[in-house]
Structures are given as C-alpha cells and as structure tokens.
C-alpha cells in the first residue's frame, strides 16, 4: 500500500464537497462498525494513531493499540460522543499489536467486541472480549477465538438468534497464507505470495456460525463465494469486484446482503444471495473510492431508514492511517439495489 501523493488534493474544496464530515474530531478513527443497542447508535471504531511505522504493503503503519467507543441519539446527529478507551492491548494476553478493525454483538444482555490482533509470532487471530455495557471497559478472554485467523471481524445477527461471524482480508490481513489451512510464513515481506493467479477464482471471505456463548467457531469456516453474473466465481484479476477485505453482512427485504472492500481498487461492493452462507452473486457498487487509501463500512437501519457509515482520510487531508468515521443515508432502488453513493460531490 503505497504512500498516496496528495499534491493533486486541493483539500479545503475536497472539505465542502463531502456529503458528510468527521463524526469526532478530537482522536482518528476507522473502520465503524454501527449497531443500534437499546435504541441508540454505537458504533465500534479502530483507532488510528500515528505510532511511526513506515509505510508498506503489509499495513505496519496501522499500528492502533486501543479501541473507543463511539455513540449517537440517532444518525442525523452532527458528532458522536466518545466514551473513551474500553479495551487495551496491554491487556489482551495473546495479542501484541495492529488491534484493526472491530465489530460487536449483543446477547441477553451482554456485549461482545470481537477484534483482530496479531499475537507474539506476527499472525493476525481474532479475538471477543465481554462488558455488561454496549461502550465497556470490556474484558479479553485468556486466548484468541480457537482456529480464528486473519482480520476484519463482523458479526451477524439472523432473524432465528444464530450469529455468524464474517471475517478475512488479503494482503496484510494474511489470508492468502491460509490457503491450505496452515499459516505459512515463508516469505514473510511479501503480501503478494500465496495469492491466486489472476485468472483463478478470487480468495474469499470467510464465514462461521457462532456457539451459542459468542465465544467460540461452532463449524469450521466456509468461504463466502461470490459469482458474477453468469454464475461463475469472481476472479482474483477482478479486481474491481473481488473481495479485499471489510465484510459486512445485512438483511433488506428477506435477502442477505454481503459487502465488502475491493482494497487496491477502494470501492465498497455488495452481492446479494438467499442464505447467510450463500452463495451471493454480484450486485454493484455502494461507495465510490473515499479520499486515503483504505475503504471500510457498515450498514445499519434506524427508524425505518438506512445508513452508510464509512471512513476516509479527510480529517487528516489524507493521511492513509489518520482516518475518520462518517455517516450518510443509503437508498435502495425498487429492485432492492443499493444506489452507489459518492462521497464527495
Ligand atoms: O484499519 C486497519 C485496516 O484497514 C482494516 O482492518 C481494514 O479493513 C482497513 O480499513
């Protein structure tokens, strides 16, 4: 992930033409993962933080070491407050750094953050941490979700009370190391190893079925295929709609919508399929490319509306790892489509 050159920015015009600005601006955050808990918004942000690190491929300069939690009366509200430092590394036993991007759920009362970090050895696991309370502190469990790997937790809800965990990226995300079930570290300075050619079906998502205390995989994981519109799986060359990282899983209209990053080509996509599982086929863009190098989002209804929230790296003008969590509204068409949103108009 190359440093962007940012002359070409006039970022004082880019400021007005954004549908929607920062939604705090006293810390840098990303990746917001929005749920309605009780009535209200809040939302499970990584946070940013400018620790040094050169820039590479493999995302070092993501070095966030905490998380805040973030809440809103509801979506049109102009900032969000923040409710302060709910969960350190320091005290996650297994992780040691890059805690990315998070996602929560709520069951009879409890709140789960489930959050990527990469443990003593360098690789990225997924862990759950519990709070009787939506903004925590929240407390780790001793070691990482058993046979978890790889980044960008985001964890559904299905009408019948099963969650299901969707997670996965590729590049530092490392889930291209996986391939064969087993980590592999040769090579450790590329990203680009163990990917598929450009002309084999793209690396997926992964998805798992949660046990019924959230803190464990009830099955061992699928992938989360996506086809294109003859049927057929994307390719790893298609780069334009295959997943990078970033999944998000919602329900609109009895259908389950799975969207995602495309990474290096910065849109957030979506596919639409029958069952949490899929497989899903390939519906379009929801968010064209963002100002900073990464694309993240959720989506999440309130009052009969429904909302985008996303990120990118205004707040900073530009800075890729200096990002900010925004929100605008999302609108379906009458056949269930989602009109693509452009963030800068
Ligand atoms: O925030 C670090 C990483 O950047 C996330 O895990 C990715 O989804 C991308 O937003």
Redesign the pocket.
């Known amino acids: 992930m190359p440093e962007e050159n940012l002359d070409h920015i006039d970022f004082a015009e880019l400021h007005k033409k954004a549908i929607s600005q920062p939604l705090v601006t006293n810390i840098y955050t990303?990746?917001p993962s929005a749920h309605v808990f009780d009535g209200k918004i809040y939302i499970y942000p990584?946070h940013?933080v400018d620790a040094g690190d050169a820039f590479d491929d493999l995302?070092s300069h993501?070095a966030?070491e905490d998380y805040h939690i973030l809440s809103m009366e509801t979506p049109t509200d102009t900032h969000a407050k923040d409710h302060g430092v709910s969960l350190h590394v320091k005290d996650v036993i297994w992780a040691e750094k890059q805690m990315?991007?998070p996602d929560a759920a709520e069951k009879d009362g409890k709140y789960y953050l489930f959050f990527?970090a990469k443990d003593c050895n360098g690789i990225f696991r997924i862990g759950v941490a519990i709070s009787d309370s939506p903004t925590g502190p929240f407390t780790p469990e001793q070691e990482a979700i058993k046979d978890s790997f790889s980044?960008?937790p985001a964890v559904f809800q299905d009408d019948d009370g099963s969650y299901y965990m969707y997670f996965g990226?590729i590049w530092?995300?490392q889930l291209q190391r996986w391939r064969t079930g087993e980590f592999k570290s040769e090579d450790p300075e590329s990203p680009f190893a163990f990917l598929p050619e450009e002309n084999e079906p793209s690396l997926c998502a992964k998805v798992a079925k949660l046990s019924t205390d959230l803190l464990s995989f009830a099955e061992p994981v699928k992938d989360v295929v996506i086809l294109d519109e003859s049927g057929k799986p994307l390719l790893q060359g298609d780069t334009d709609r295959r997943f990078f990282?970033?999944s998000w899983m919602h329900q609109y209209n009895g259908k389950y919508y799975f969207s995602y990053?495309t990474g290096d080509t910065h849109f957030l996509c979506y596919a639409i399929g029958d069952h949490p599982y899929g497989p899903f086929t390939y519906a379009g863009r929801i968010l064209n490319p963002v100002v900073g190098w990464?694309?993240?989002h959720s989506i999440c209804a309130f009052q009969g509306k429904w909302y985008l929230f996303y990120?990118d790296s205004s707040l900073s003008n530009g800075v890729t790892?200096l990002?900010c969590v925004k929100v605008t509204e999302l609108h379906y068409d009458e056949a269930g489509k989602i009109i693509t949103i452009d963030p800068y108009k």
Do not use: K, L, Q, V
Request: aromatic fraction near 8%.
């Open positions: 990303a990746d990584s940013d995302g993501f966030m990315w991007a990527p980044i960008d990226g530092g995300g990282e970033a990053s990464t694309s993240h990120h790892h990002r």
